[in-house]
């Protein structure tokens, strides 16, 4: 799939590491490190921005090496960059560590991954089909 992007940044493009790889790497793109203190969030860009075609999505979330290594996740976890929008991409992070993180300019802050979705058409009724599960939910199925 083709999806068109202009690269404001000093960085390389996004690429896949491995040939299975789902997400692509996002690097910050910074004049000056960030000081991220403990329970602080920040908006960090990364001078990326793209058009993808209707019918997809971009999840913005978290690198798994930098949340348990460092504690610091993507908050609003997966982000989604809609089809429509032009802006730039830009990264909500939080650190959840008790240390302050200083993030420097081309450091992997967090992952890509763009996803096909649906968009719904509601159908209202009066009555839902009945299941096994039924309304049973929050740890309702066991550990």
Not at 21 to 28: C, H, V
Not at 64 to 79: E, Q, Y
Not at 120 to 140: I, N, P
């Amino acid at each position: 799939m083709k999806v068109q992007i202009i690269n404001k940044s000093k960085h390389a493009l996004p690429s896949y590491a491995t040939e299975a790889s789902a997400g692509m790497d996002l690097r910050a793109n910074l004049t000056e490190s960030v000081s991220l203190a403990p329970m602080q969030r920040c908006l960090i860009p990364t001078g990326l921005f793209i058009a993808l075609p209707a019918g997809f999505e971009a999840q913005v979330r978290p690198r798994s090496g930098l949340a348990l290594k460092k504690g610091i996740t993507v908050l609003n976890s997966p982000g989604t960059i809609d089809a429509d929008y032009r802006g730039e991409i830009c990264i909500i992070l939080i650190n959840l560590s008790s240390e302050t993180f200083i993030i420097e300019d081309g450091e992997r802050i967090a992952q890509m991954v763009i996803a096909r979705h649906e968009q719904a058409a509601w159908q209202e009724v009066e009555v839902l089909d009945e299941t096994e599960r039924g309304a049973g939910g929050f740890g309702h199925t066991g550990v």
